[in-house]
């Protein structure tokens, strides 16, 4: 089982990223330990990642709550590098900032005190979130990783919903940088930006939703692409494992590739797909936003990185995709 480059722990390998990365550290010849929630009655389907090219032999499933940290151990035991993607952040529970903030810190830090028991993790990355990055009042106009989100910025200028979930991937990234510096805990951490690709989950991610909403008439939906920056989701895989091999590897690094409005991407998707009714000029001229600040990957790239996708293959894998599985 642990033959080829050794054992990697993947939380949360049901998600949108988690199972493309799955995917990917398959194929690079690791072995995968991945953790699911806790499903007692067997009511989900797993054969997405069942049935991925080398699962037979080398992914190995385990049931893991971020309620009950001790649930984690199995998974990461024998791994030599665990890639934290699981979250309990849900915005439909509408739960305080508080207490969403409380758990979503708590379930990092058991994740990365298993990795101390473990005696075989040497690195954790961490999934943060641009979010964790633009929200304060600097008024520059791109960021780099010396930048962080000011919580009472967001809490005065987002919408509660919104607030306690940028709050809580703010605090938990410095939480996560702060344990492994007490604890001597080799921590890295990955700040994506909006995620567009193909998928291999049977939900429809909701990053590949919103930014399909010209296409699906979502208009309410259109602000949050006024400005937005991207990155394809094998891109943000291939810098997850990236930054777990490097030796160098140290602190945050932004992952995104590109800056677009939405006037581009209706432009990409008429282009691309006349099949589609698409907002007309005049009508995206009216839409009101706030300007978000770019995202600098200048770290990542200087480390060696290079992106191998753009614009127009995060929206050919998406589409694809969505209509394979009858989203569109």
């Known amino acids: 089982m642990e ?36 499903d007692p009655e ?35 035991e024998g791994c030599k590098g665990v890639l934290h993607l699981a979250t309990p952040v849900d915005f439909e529970n509408k739960e305080s900032e508080e207490v969403l903030t409380k758990r979503s810190i708590n379930g990092a830090l058991g994740i990365m005190k298993a990795c101390l028991k473990s005696k075989t993790v040497k690195r954790l990355v961490y999934t943060s ?26 809490r005065d200028k987002l919408d509660p919903s919104l607030s306690s979930y940028v709050i809580s991937k703010t605090l938990t990234e410095r939480a996560a940088l702060e344990f492994g ?14 995620v567009v690709g193909p998928f291999i ?26 400005n937005v920056e991207m990155v394809h989701v094998d891109d943000l895989s291939r ?38 009714t698409l907002p007309t000029a005049d009508s995206l001229a009216e839409i009101e936003g706030t300007k978000m600040p770019s995202l600098s990957s200048k770290k990542l790239l200087d480390s060696g990185f290079k992106f191998n996708y753009g614009v127009v293959d995060m929206f050919d894998g998406a589409i694809k995709c969505c209509k394979e599985k009858g989203f569109l």
């Not at 990642?49 to 309620?67: G, N, Q, V, W, Y």
């Not at 989950?201 to 006024?226: I, Q």
Request: proline share 4%; glycine share 6%; net charge negative.
């Open 3 to 38: 033959e080829g480059k050794g054992a990697i722990c993947v939380t949360g390998g049901t998600g949108y990223i988690a199972s493309w990365l799955i995917k990917k550290l398959l194929e690079e010849g690791y072995s995968v330990h991945t953790t699911i929630r806790v």
């Open 42 to 76: 067997n009511k989900k389907d797993i054969s997405f990642l069942t049935s991925l090219p080398r699962a037979t032999e080398r992914l190995k499933i385990f049931a893991a709550d971020l309620s009950d940290l001790d649930s984690f151990d199995a998974a990461i």
């Open 129 to 154: 979130s641009l979010s964790a990055v633009v929200f304060n009042d600097k008024g520059v106009e791109m960021m780099d990783e010396s930048f962080w989100t000011d919580a009472a910025f967001a």
């Open 181 to 194: 510096t007490e604890h001597g805990l080799d921590v890295v951490t990955v700040i994506p930006s909006f």
């Open 201 to 226: 989950c049977p939900k429809f991610p909701g990053a590949v939703r919103l930014s399909l909403a010209p296409v699906l008439g979502n208009r309410d939906e259109y602000s949050l692409l006024l």
């Open 239 to 276: 810098a997850f494992i990236f930054l777990l091999e490097h030796p160098e590897a140290k602190g945050r690094y932004n992952c995104s590739s590109d800056r677009v409005t939405i006037q581009k991407i209706v432009e990409i998707l008429s282009a691309n797909y006349p099949e589609f």
